[in-house]
Each structure stands twice: as structure tokens, then as C-alpha cells.
């Protein structure tokens, strides 16, 4: 049994050599937009492909994994997580390169860090996603959207690592992209995607992220401690309609509180637990369900034990 109990000396003699870093009982407060959580017992983090690799292949067979991106769109429990944490933030995960008509991201790259190629290169596709937080890897996984487009709408291919450390590239459709959502297997790590992508010039370029970062600051909380949307719009609904008629426009548990600006984001007001967010989002599924008969669904992914 892994478990954060677990002394430090004990998990670290169980891990393979490698040639990145190990760092433990780390806390992932500071690496989640919310703000909030516990420690990863161990935090991972490859020096490259074939580090990770030796890792997946090399670890106790029942030692727990996850992996973890730009923590935008994560909820992690007051208890932590058990085992190790993968987090793709070396400079081998960060690289990006242009071909033809296609740009291939490491899955440590910032969406925002697209911006800059985009405008210096002329290269249009993917203004929606630079506007929404988070690294490639995550973006994937959570197939990210905005604007009309989605991740799934501009991939060509990926470069995965699947639980057995073996590397390999498979097309768009292995994914399974489906809305705020993938069903690739779990054990799966995305290491890099190859993006499509079209000819544009700067100034149109320009004009739509400022549009659309225009949008977001008059529409959604601003530099606050979010993770965005917290539940998925049921088919032909619109969730912050369904938590407004429900009544929870107002709702506040503990330090965790309804935005004034969007009630489809919670908001960490400072002083909040994972879970008293967690508690809000539930009692707002239970109030929805009371008077609309909708069972809302998470789009923020919970992860860890509580404490
Ligand atoms: C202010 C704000 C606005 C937002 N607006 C939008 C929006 O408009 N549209 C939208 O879709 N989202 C939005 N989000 C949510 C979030 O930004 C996206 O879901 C984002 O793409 C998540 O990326 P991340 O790197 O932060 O992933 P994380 O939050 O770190 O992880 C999300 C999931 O991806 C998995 N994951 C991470 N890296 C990998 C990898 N390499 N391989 C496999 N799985 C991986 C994690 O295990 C987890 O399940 C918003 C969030 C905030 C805070």
C-alpha cells in the first residue's frame, strides 16, 4: 500500500534511478489554479520521453501514478495524492516546431505561449485556444474549447506514452474527443500533439485574440483563484442558467463562494479547502437536481483523498 503515511525513505528506495527529478510531499496548492490541496507523496518530473519511459517501466507495478498539467482545471483534496505525480515541465516537454501547415507542441507548452509563434509566424487555427489556461497535455485530455472550436476540431495526430512505457504516435481519432472530455485509455500520457493549422496575416491574428480576451474579462472572474467552468452544460442547456434558477447564484460554503461575474465558476475567496469547494459544487448538484430534474456533471477534474 502507497500512502502518504508512507516515510520518505521507504517510497524513495522503491523508485527507479532517473535522470529527472523527485521531489516529495510536495504541496499542490501552488501548482492548481484553485489554490488548494494536498501533497503529492512524490512529484515526478521527466527529464525527457525515454526518462519517463524508464520510470513507467521500471516502478513497482502497484506504486499509483497521475499526471498532472497546468492544474487549471483540477480540484486535488485536502488529503493529497497517494504515489507519484507526473508533471511534464522539462524543457523536452516545452519545445515547439513548425512544419507544413502544422505545428507540433510539447505537452508542457503553455496555450498562451502560442500567441507569440502564431503572430510571428502568420499562422491562424488556434487563437481559441491560446486564451484558455493550461498546458497542451491538459488541454487535450479536457479536449479545451472556446469560441466555437475545440481541441479535437485542430489535431492532427499525438505522440503518447502508454502505462507500459512505450512510446508511440496515433492519429486524432485514438482519442476519442468528445465534448470537455477524452476516452483514451487512462493510462495514457500525452507527450506531444501535432496541430493543423492555416495561413493568416498578424493583424487578423491579433484582432481575434483581442476579441476574445475582451470577452473574457467582461464575461468571466478575473485573475481570481477559479478553474473555470465547474460543470459541463447538459445537452442543449446551459449550466449557470440551471444554478441560477436554482437558486445558487449566492451560495457560499466556508472560504469557497459562487462568482458574481459567471455561477458556472467557484471561487476560492482566499481562505477555502478543497473542501468546502468541493461541498459547494455537490450541494449545488443537489439543488439543481431539486428543481430542475438535471443532474449536473463535474467538468473540473477531482483528484486525491480528502483529508
Ligand atoms: C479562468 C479559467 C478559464 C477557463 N476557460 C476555459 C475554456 O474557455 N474552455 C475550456 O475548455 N476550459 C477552460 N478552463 C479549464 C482549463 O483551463 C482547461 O481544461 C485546460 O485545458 C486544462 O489544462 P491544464 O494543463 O491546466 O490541465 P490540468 O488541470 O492540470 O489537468 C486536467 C486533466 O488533464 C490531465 N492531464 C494533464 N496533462 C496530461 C497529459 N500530458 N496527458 C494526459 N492527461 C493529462 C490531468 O490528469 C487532468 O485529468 C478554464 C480555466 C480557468 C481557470
Given amino acids: 500500500m502507497f500512502g502518504l503515511n508512507l516515510f520518505k525513505s521507504n517510497i524513495a528506495d522503491l523508485l527507479p534511478a532517473v535522470r529527472g527529478k523527485y521531489a516529495y510531499d510536495v ?4 501548482y492548481t489554479w484553485f489554490g488548494v490541496g494536498g501533497p503529492a507523496e512524490v512529484l515526478f518530473s521527466p527529464k525527457d520521453a525515454e526518462d519517463l519511459s524508464h520510470f513507467l517501466k521500471n516502478k513497482p507495478h502497484n506504486l499509483p501514478t497521475c499526471i498532472i498539467g497546468g492544474g487549471s482545471n483540477l480540484l486535488v483534496r485536502d488529503g493529497g495524492i497517494p504515489g507519484v ?26 496555450n498562451a505561449e502560442l500567441k507569440k509563434v502564431m503572430l510571428d509566424n502568420q499562422i491562424g487555427g488556434l487563437e481559441f485556444l491560446c486564451s484558455i489556461p493550461g498546458v497542451i497535455g491538459g ?3 479536457t479536449n479545451a474549447g472556446c469560441f466555437g472550436s475545440s481541441v479535437k476540431d485542430v489535431i492532427k495526430e499525438a505522440q503518447i ?17 468528445s465534448y470537455r472530455s477524452s476516452f483514451f485509455p487512462d493510462d495514457w500520457i500525452i507527450l506531444s500533439i501535432t496541430f493543423r493549422t492555416t495561413k493568416d496575416s498578424a493583424e487578423n491574428i491579433k484582432k481575434k485574440l483581442e476579441e476574445q480576451k475582451a470577452y473574457r474579462m467582461k ?10 467552468s465547474t460543470f459541463k452544460n447538459p445537452e442543449g ?14 451560495l457560499q460554503i466556508g ?6 461575474k459567471h455561477c458556472n465558476f467557484l471561487i476560492n475567496t482566499g481562505k477555502a479547502t478543497a ?22 456533471e463535474w467538468e473540473v477534474k477531482r483528484m486525491g483523498i480528502n483529508k
Avoid at 219 to 228: D, E, F, L
Avoid at 237 to 250: H, P, Q, Y
Wanted: aromatic content about 2%.
Fill in 27 to 30: 504541496s499542490l496548492a501552488k
Fill in 85 to 110: 505525480v507526473i508533471k511534464l515541465d522539462s524543457t523536452a516537454f516545452r519545445k515547439i516546431s513548425l512544419g507544413d501547415n502544422t505545428i507540433t507542441c510539447g505537452a508542457g507548452v503553455k
Fill in 139 to 141: 488541454s487535450v485530455k
Fill in 161 to 177: 506514452i502508454n502505462g507500459l512505457g512505450d512510446i508511440k504516435t496515433v492519429p486524432v481519432d485514438d482519442l476519442m474527443l
Fill in 219 to 228: 464575461n468571466q472572474p478575473y485573475n481570481q483563484k477559479t478553474a473555470g
Fill in 237 to 250: 442547456l446551459k449550466a449557470w442558467e440551471l444554478i441560477k434558477r436554482s437558486g445558487c447564484a449566492d
Fill in 255 to 260: 472560504g469557497a463562494k459562487v462568482s458574481e
Fill in 275 to 296: 473542501a468546502d469547494i468541493e461541498t459547494l459544487g455537490e450541494t449545488i448538484i443537489k439543488k439543481v437536481r431539486e428543481k430542475t430534474s438535471v443532474t449536473l
